[in-house]
């Protein structure tokens, strides 16, 4: 059974940094594209950041270009956001979501969130 | 607000049928593939169409979807209580380097 699980989430202060994990099971994660998305309380989904299964081509949203990085640890059946210069709009849960393989479907499983709060 | 468009509110009775709909542009539904997620109260987004009409397995059949142009559609019939749910569309779009948009989202209530 495929099963994702976020970490790291937390309070902190605007300006500040927070590194965000997502434990992998149950599939081959290796073969996996990933992804991180968030959803601002009472908002939408809003996508944050891709990785492929290599690692080799990353791809991010607007709103976070330039201040977060995704990356993952093959080996460790890992997935990382590392968060920088964080501001209030960031605030949200943010999901880690598995790509199907090949590409056949976006954010096939999602795991429960991790709820980030940037405040002062 | 979204790239992609969808009505906030939608509703229906136990029994009836209602379809919502995800309006985008040309760099995003007119060229590309159209998903859709389902959320249930305070849960993780599920995915329930893939590749414009593509049902995964587990996903009732009365749940359905299209595509025309640079619009989308869902549609549920035989609507049931837990059917109230938060829908959402998605796509990728072109013209914003390989990035995925999402609708804002259509509240289902079940009257």
């Known amino acids: 059974e495929v099963h994702l699980v976020e970490s790291g989430g937390g309070l902190v202060q605007p300006g500040g940094s927070l590194r965000l994990s997502c434990a992998a099971s149950g599939f081959t994660f290796t073969k996996h594209n990933m992804n991180w998305v968030r959803q601002a309380p009472g908002k939408g989904l809003e996508w944050v950041s891709k990785?492929?299964?290599?690692?080799?081509?990353?791809y991010y949203a607007d709103s976070v270009k330039g201040r977060f990085t995704i990356s993952r640890d093959n080996a460790k059946n890992s997935l990382y956001l590392q968060m920088n210069s964080l501001r209030a709009e960031d605030t949200a849960v943010y999901y880690c979501?598995?790509?199907?393989?090949?590409?056949?479907?976006?954010?096939?499983?999602w795991g429960q969130g991790t709820l980030v709060t940037v405040s002062s | 607000q979204s790239v992609l468009t969808q009505p906030p509110s939608a509703s229906g009775t136990p029994g009836q049928r209602v379809t919502i709909s995800c309006s985008g542009s040309?760099?995003?539904?007119?060229?590309?593939?159209v998903y859709w997620y389902q959320q249930l109260p305070g849960t993780a987004p599920k995915l329930l169409i893939c590749?414009?009409?593509q049902r995964p397995s587990g996903v009732p059949d009365r749940f359905s979807a299209s595509t025309s142009g640079t619009s989308a559609s869902l549609a549920i019939s035989g609507l049931r209580s837990e059917d109230e749910a938060d829908y959402y569309c998605?796509?990728?779009?072109?013209?914003?380097?390989?990035?995925?948009?999402f609708g804002g989202g259509t509240k289902l209530t079940v009257l």
């Open positions: 998605a796509a990728w779009d072109g013209r914003l380097s390989g990035q995925v948009v």
């Open positions: 040309s760099s995003n539904i007119g060229t590309n593939v």
């Open positions: 990785i492929t299964s290599t690692g080799y081509t990353i």
């Open positions: 979501a598995r790509d199907a393989l090949n590409d056949l479907c976006l954010f096939d499983y």
């Open positions: 590749r414009n009409d």
